[in-house]
Structure formats: structure tokens, C-alpha cells
């Protein structure tokens, strides 16, 4: 029997909602959850910009939430997920969303290396053809939305389940042939009704990704000057004024809360701070891409920086030519990884959040941007594979 209740209404999507917050949970699949809550989600935000009529609307929203049903309805679980949740749908009552699941993201292959290709065919043969445009648009959003919710780039999916798998597994597999599905609903998602191109937003931290970090050279100078271990002088920053400089409480002026920091005289210490971090800013390449990336999208920059440090060196570097917007945490008075900082920019973008990525040298940061519904890379600077993910990742179309 299922280990679900199907609601009298089987187009209730918050009654199926509410069946999932028991069923997933009970067979111990806690993250599938959050990974349909998520992919519905989505598939809201998708059926508005794409301007589809309401009962497609409704079929591409339920085939979201549910395109992992079988995982949990048993008993058999050496049955295929897609066909076993395709089953209970139809039954349900629920035909075209059963044939979106049935063939959602290489189904077919994953049922046929798990020796299961007959039980596929008679179970998609006895269903409607699947409606194509919603059937890449949901290959699209399910290889996009990782298994906790937070959504990753069809290359760091695939990478994802490589390392937890192995590369020939049939997860593996089955994601490599449904590349051509999975690119066609992300050029799907990126059109409007009308067919014109929406927008891609991209967010660049500064220090350390388009700029050297100033920070450790700092440290270093305090260290040699002061004759105070660099990992002490490190530990006390973050447990002393880290929050307060990055926010902005600590004032216009800080140099004297450095001099403090390291026991040296508090005279003339601003200006040694501000030689010391204007000397340390320079440059990383992706600053070369700045111009082809801001062609293909906007760009703007959301960093835990100072107002006053920063500004000179994106004049200085025509950084600033290519970005629209800058966020710096000293003016919102909040720092990353504070939720509020990745709000902020979803406030100003107003668009869908899965047509953001944010690029950032902490992986603390990207999580929470993953984690608030964007995009994330983890980009250092000095490294070539996150310029070609963003690259990648705007020109999709």
C-alpha cells in the first residue's frame, strides 16, 4: 500500500504539500522533501514569467512537486521511482502529469540500466504523450535543485552526484543523457511569453574573486610591527571588531581599533591602514571578463568591504564601467552570510531568484545564497573553472 494519503482532489496542490511534510519524513528522506517544496517553488515563480495558461500552470507545478513521488510509496523499492510515482498518479486521476514524471530527466535511461526498460515503456505507453515544453522545464528545475533544496548549476549536479555515486552509476548516466532536455528548459525558463530574452543577474564578491583580499597582507604588517603571533591577531579581530568594521559600526575612521588590536600607537594609524589596503587591492583576471559578462547580463557586486576602501580600486581597474550596482556591507549594516545581504539584492532585482548566480571566495556565502534561492559558484581569484562557470552559466539561452 502507499505510504501516502492522495487527496480527494488530486489538483490540491497543498494537500498533496501536506501529505508529502508526513510521507517523505517517515521513510527517513528529510531532504526529498525540501527538494519538492522547492522544485514547486519554482515552477510557480517559472509558470508566471513564462505566462502559461492555468491548467498547465497547475500540471507543471504538480509534476514538480511530485516527480519523486515513487520514492516513497513502496512497497517494492526495487521498482524505478519515476514509473512507480507515474503509476499512482495516473490512478490518481492525474494522466499528463504522470507522463511528465514518467520522462522526466533520463528516466527512461536510468530504468533501463537498473534492468528495468519493459516496466518503463508499458507504463509510459499507457500514458498521454508528455507536453514537451513542460517536460524540459521540469528536467530543468529538478537537475537544478540539489537534494536539500539549495539549487547548483547542471555541471556542479552532475560533479555532486559523480563523487557521491562514481561516474558510471545510473544516476550518473541517466543526468549525462538528459543534457539536451535539461538545456532546452533552462532556455525555456529564460523566455517570456512573448519569447523575449529575460535577463541574468550576476553578483560578484570584490575582495577575493575580482580583487586580492587586503586582509591577510594587513595581518601580516600587524604582525611584523607589533611582534604578536599573525594567528593571535587574527582570532581577536574575529572576536573583537570583525562584525563591527564589516557593518559599519565601527565608524568612518578605524585605524585606531587596529593600533588597539596589535598594542601599537594609535597616531598616525589611519593612515597607515589605508596605504596598507590601497597597496593590497589589485586586480584577479576575472576582472577581464567584466565586459563580455556585463554584455550577456547585469552585473553587480555585494561584498563584505568598507565604502571608502573600495571605491577607489573600481575606478582604478574599470571594474566599475561594467557593474550597475554595488552593495557593501559597511552601508546595509549587515554582513554575508547574513540572509538580509542576499535579500537585499532579490529586493532590488525583483526577478525570479534561480535567475541569479553569486560568486564568492567563502564558501559560507555561496551556501547562503544556494540556500536563499540563487545560484552559486565558489570563486577564488586567482583560479580559471569559476570564469568559465559564469561564463557558461550567462550565455545559457
Request: contains cysteine; charged residues 20%.
Amino acid at each position: 500500500m502507499p505510504r501516502l494519503d492522495v487527496p480527494s482532489d488530486p489538483t490540491d496542490i497543498a494537500a498533496w504539500k501536506a501529505s508529502l511534510a508526513f510521507s517523505y519524513p517517515s521513510c527517513g528522506q528529510w531532504t526529498r522533501l525540501r527538494h519538492a517544496e522547492v522544485a514547486a517553488e519554482r515552477a510557480e515563480a517559472i509558470a508566471v514569467t513564462r505566462g502559461l495558461e492555468p491548467r498547465r500552470a497547475e500540471t507543471f507545478v504538480l509534476a514538480a512537486l511530485l516527480h519523486d513521488v515513487g520514492r516513497v510509496i513502496g512497497p517494492d523499492a526495487r521498482r524505478h521511482h519515476a514509473a512507480s510515482g507515474a503509476e499512482l498518479l495516473a490512478d490518481s486521476g492525474l494522466p499528463d502529469v504522470a507522463a511528465l514524471v514518467a520522462a522526466h530527466t533520463g528516466a527512461f535511461t536510468e530504468a533501463e540500466l537498473l534492468g528495468q526498460e519493459q516496466l518503463a515503456v508499458e507504463v509510459m505507453d499507457s500514458l498521454p504523450t508528455p507536453d514537451p515544453e513542460l517536460l524540459a522545464l521540469l528536467s530543468w528545475v529538478n537537475a537544478t535543485t540539489a537534494g536539500a533544496g539549495y539549487l547548483m548549476t547542471p555541471r556542479q549536479r552532475l560533479a555532486d552526484i559523480v563523487v557521491r555515486r562514481g561516474p558510471m552509476a545510473p544516476a550518473a548516466v541517466s543526468f549525462r543523457s538528459a543534457a539536451g532536455q535539461i538545456a532546452a528548459g533552462e532556455a525555456l525558463a529564460r523566455r517570456n511569453a512573448d519569447g523575449s530574452l529575460r535577463p541574468r543577474l550576476l553578483v560578484l564578491d570584490a575582495g577575493g574573486v575580482l580583487l586580492t583580499d587586503p586582509m591577510p597582507a594587513l595581518f601580516s604588517h600587524l604582525a611584523r610591527v607589533s611582534g604578536r603571533p599573525r594567528a593571535d591577531l587574527v582570532n581577536d579581530f574575529h572576536r573583537t571588531i570583525r562584525d563591527d568594521l564589516w557593518t559599519g559600526r565601527l565608524g568612518p575612521e578605524v585605524g585606531r581599533h587596529f593600533a588597539a588590536l596589535a598594542g601599537l600607537p594609535v597616531e598616525g594609524a589611519e593612515e597607515r591602514l589605508t596605504a596598507i589596503i590601497e597597496d593590497h587591492l589589485r586586480p584577479f583576471h576575472g576582472v577581464d571578463h567584466l565586459a563580455e559578462w556585463s554584455r550577456l547580463g547585469e552585473v553587480w557586486i555585494l561584498s563584505n568591504h568598507r565604502r571608502a576602501w573600495l571605491e577607489g580600486a573600481l575606478k582604478q581597474y574599470g571594474i566599475a564601467e561594467h557593474v550597475s550596482r554595488v552593495f557593501v556591507s559597511d552601508e546595509l549594516g549587515v554582513a554575508k552570510p547574513e540572509p538580509a545581504m542576499f535579500e537585499a539584492v532579490l529586493a532590488e532585482w525583483g526577478g525570479r531568484a534561480d535567475e541569479v548566480l553569486v560568486a564568492d571566495d567563502q564558501a559560507a556565502n555561496m551556501t547562503a545564497a544556494q540556500h536563499a534561492g540563487m545560484f552559486g559558484v565558489y570563486a577564488r581569484g586567482g583560479a580559471d573553472a569559476w570564469v568559465d562557470e559564469v561564463g557558461t552559466w550567462l550565455a545559457a539561452a
